[in-house]
């Protein structure tokens, strides 16, 4: 598909190119964010300089259900929904600059994956947890703080509240249990360092499962935002009431599926994590992270799985507690809880 084509399927129009003192401006100042911010991934402020400015940049009218920017591997172009103004345009770009920044490609020269978005794998398998991924980079590049926000009835502290709050809140969570530098290197580098490493601290492929809950996080986000679209473009009152209660049906359904992913990883990931636990260091160790991990959660007025979990796992706690108070350091014998499964559907 030539680059007209997917101009038009995007509804990208009336493109106006920026000049080059503009973009080497916005280049310069990425640039700096990014190595100043990332310099154990082997990132140089003249090395990034030289390839962000390379890129072509526009403005043109975009979308609605589009950001304020969106970069097409094609053309190696980013284009800025016009009217936004110079100050939005540098956050934007950090986001689509990483984009840029991400992609692998083949022999013949084609993209087959962004950071954690593998195209290879066919549909589109990785673009939820990629793009929050780049946007968790972006924000911390931009040096933001954490907000307090609502979504659909959850109350949770995100860095990024405007833009994939719910995946980023989610893949923090992840990175809680893997680190940071797993998370941003597999981003930058296109490689399997943060699946591999998910999966070592969760469990055998629940990187996978992850991945692919998030994705259909993403869908039904965007389906609700299609009705929301369409409700304002709706007259008659019975239409009006019928597209009300899908939203109240999807704003559900995106609330629940937040909430079992969140507890999957809450399950996966300290469960594996207690049974690791070998001595009274490691055990106390393990008690401040997961009490420290309640500011990390997403939660809704009736939320309980946390605070429930906890208090299965205190109990459990006091049990090797006693034990290794009594014999000493464990060698074998660890008893792992029952496992939570995360199934869900689109």
Known sequence: MGIKSILKREGIEDVKELDTLTINKIAKRISKKLADNFSGHDLTESQLFIEISRLKMYVAKMPNDLSGAKYLWLNKAIYFKDGV???EIEEFATHECLHYLQELKDEKGNVIRLGLYDFASGGIKGMA????AVQLMAEKASGNQSDRVKYYDIFLDTISPDYYPLQ???VNELAYFTGEYALFHSTLYSDDIFKDTVDAKF???AYIIIRDALDILMQKEATLNELSNELQQENSEKRVKKINKAIERKKAEIADLFLKIQNYIIEKGFNKEFSAVKNMEELHRF???LYKFKDLIGYTIDYNFYNDFYIQTMAE???????IE????IVDGNIEKPRLDLTVTE
């Open 129 to 132: 947890i990629n793009e929050a």
């Open 287 to 289: 008690k401040k992270r």
């Open 317 to 323: 706690f006091e049990k090797k507690k006693e034990y």
């Open 326 to 329: 009594q014999y000493g350091e």
């Open 168 to 170: 980023c809140a989610l």
């Open 203 to 205: 469990g055998k492929k």
């Open 85 to 87: 103004e110079f100050s």
